[in-house]
């Protein structure tokens, strides 16, 4: 086979473009894209992002902040499990979050301030529960459910700062040593031995 000179043109000039692209990149030479603004929905207009229309992108409002799923189209989409949260964000929705300017209204800063206090709250909780070590757990189908503690006998403790957050009281297993084992609030499982060390719930 022989070397044809016009074959080497088109090797000399991809070379020199990406020799130039590497030295000056595309974005400084047309500059950046100026940054994108939220864009404001009504109900009615973001419904249409709801994942029935294939040629539209699918949108999800959570507390007024409009949000793209497309990515979770097995999700979100027409026939998805979550399908009834989709055509409602990507941007924020005019209504009881957003005024039609875009601004945050009353109920909003509300849900903000709740969930700052929630937050702080789950750590108070965090930080208590980590004082007294859970239990340890295990469940089969021949066998049921087990707790058992490898320091300390397994007990029901109330987590008050639940009913804070959800309204609804909730327990967990804790580990507790024999000289804290008279403390209020302590429960023992029950069919439990009040020295068991593991206890078949």
Not at 74 to 83: E, F, L, M
Not at 91 to 109: A, C, E, F, I, V
Not at 111 to 132: F, M, S, T, W
Not at 144 to 151: L, T
Request: net charge neutral.
């Amino acid at each position: 086979m022989r070397w044809s000179p016009f074959l080497g043109i088109p090797l000399v000039i991809a070379l020199i473009s990406f020799l130039f692209f590497k030295i000056f990149p595309l974005s400084s030479l047309i500059g950046s894209p100026p940054p994108l603004q939220p864009r404001l929905f009504s109900a009615e207009e973001l419904s249409f992002y709801n994942g029935s229309d294939p040629h539209l992108p699918i949108y999800l409002a959570i507390v007024g902040s409009v949000f793209d799923v497309t990515k979770g189209k097995s999700h979100y989409g027409a026939g998805g499990g979550y399908n009834h949260f989709a055509g409602r964000y990507v941007g924020k929705l005019d209504g009881r979050y957003y005024d039609s300017k875009g601004n945050p209204t009353k109920y909003l800063k509300g849900v903000e301030a709740k969930a700052a206090r929630g937050a702080q709250l789950l750590e108070k909780q965090k930080d208590e529960e980590a004082k007294v070590p859970s239990c340890n757990s295990r469940w089969s189908q021949d066998e049921g459910s087990e707790v058992w503690c490898d320091d300390g006998y397994p007990r029901l403790v109330q987590r008050p700062i639940e009913i804070a957050l959800t309204g609804k009281m909730s327990k967990r297993c804790a580990c507790y040593k024999e000289d804290e084992l008279e403390q209020a609030g302590l429960e023992v499982y029950e069919g439990c031995d009040f020295f068991a060390k593991k206890c078949r719930i």
